[in-house]
Structures are given as C-alpha cells and as structure tokens.
C-alpha cells in the first residue's frame, strides 16, 4: 500500500524512516494540537493537594504497571498527593492503595477540564517498536494545559524534551521517583516548565502551525 501512495505522511522520524523503505516520497507532520481547547486553566486557586495525572485508553495501562512500584513509593513520600487516572476502565494496582487513586471515566465534555487540574503529567513507555512509533500526543495534551511533564525517553518523547526544559526522562523505577518527588516538591519549577512547554507547543505543534504545512503537502499532490 505504502508503495502505491503518492505521499506518505507520518507524525515522528521513526515511522518516517520505516515508511521510507516502500516510498521515497515521505513527509513528517506531527500530531497537531488544538491550543485553543487544551490550554492552562484560568484563574486557578491555590491548590490544596498534588495531582499526578495520565490519561489514555486502558489497553495503555500496561505502562503504568510497569511504573506501579515507583508511583507507590512517591505517595508514601508525598501524602498530600493523589494519582489522576483518565480512562475508559480504571486499572487495578497491586501496591497503590485505593484510596490514593483518583479514576475519573474519560469523556470528551470533561477531558481539558479534569487535565487541568493536575500538577504533573505523566507518559511511561515501554522501549518497543510500538513506542518508538507512538507520536507524543498525551505529552503534547499536557505541555499544551500548563503542565510540567515526566515521560519515558522513548521516540518522539525525546524529541520534544529536547526542544527546552519542559519536564523530566525517567526510565528506571528511581528516576520516576526522583523526577516525580522532585517536581511535586519544587512548584515554582513545575509552573516555568509548564509555561514554556504550553509555548513550545504553540510554536511546534498548534493546528495554527500544523494546518498550513499539512495544506501545502496535499497541494503538491492534488493542485
């Protein structure tokens, strides 16, 4: 199929450089993000406890299993946290206790606001084909409400961490503890990251920046 296209386009290098194999008429546009939804929330009040955030589908949960050990340590360390799970299913953790999990069913009317609210966004991955190919959309989601984020450095995770210092890499259980304490006990560093990564994504990544180059793309081909 890929062979017969008159151009592929894809969201990271890595599914570019695979796609390449078939067709040498490959293009990179990222995952877009609308900056005008997703955005920081206004005229916050001063929060009273810690929020540490992901939201996905729940066949993805099998990345928060792999951090469990990590995340149950940091709540023992910081009582005054919660962990935000946005899903379509809640998770079933073995070492977190119940009622340090806050699960809240997605939906689509609520997804920004319940974003929002949380202090750290955070993106585990397994380093797999599967995750090199994924496109940093949820790390992006974050950056674009106001949030420092703690990911994986997996594909694109890592491209985009390289654009400024907007949150922390952590692969091992002790860097997710380190990042996470680190972040949730330094709230004026979370806040300068969150403020600089909602701009990289306005600069990068907005529909405003995507939308024309995906048009120039299809008017190169469809004149």
């Known amino acids: ?110 997804e920004v606001e319940d974003m929002q609210e949380m202090t750290i966004g955070i993106m585990p991955l397994d380093d797999s084909d599967w995750g090199k190919g994924k496109c940093s959309f949820k790390m992006l989601s974050y950056m674009a409400c106001g949030l420092p984020v703690v990911v994986s450095p997996v594909g694109m995770n890592i491209e985009v961490l390289s654009l400024g210092n907007i949150g922390i890499a952590a692969s091992t259980q002790k860097e997710w503890v380190e990042a996470l304490l680190e972040l949730l006990s330094n709230e004026e560093k979370g806040k300068k990251m969150g403020r600089l990564g909602r701009m990289i994504v306005q600069e990068h990544f907005s529909l405003d920046f995507i939308a024309p180059k995906l048009a120039d793309c299809l008017r190169k081909i469809a004149p």
């Open 1 to 110: 199929l890929a062979s017969r296209c008159d151009l592929i386009i894809c969201g990271n290098d890595y599914l570019a450089e695979n796609f390449a194999r078939w067709n040498k008429n490959v293009t990179i546009i990222p995952t877009a993000v609308d900056t005008q939804r997703y955005m920081p929330k206004k005229n916050s009040r001063i929060k009273q406890q810690s929020i540490i955030g992901w939201i996905g589908t729940s066949a993805n949960s099998k990345y928060l299993y792999r951090i469990e050990t990590a995340l149950s340590e940091v709540l023992r360390h910081w009582p005054q946290a919660t962990f935000r799970i946005i899903a379509d299913s809640e998770p079933i953790f073995r070492e977190i206790p119940k009622d340090r999990i806050e699960f809240i069913r997605w939906s689509s009317e609520k």
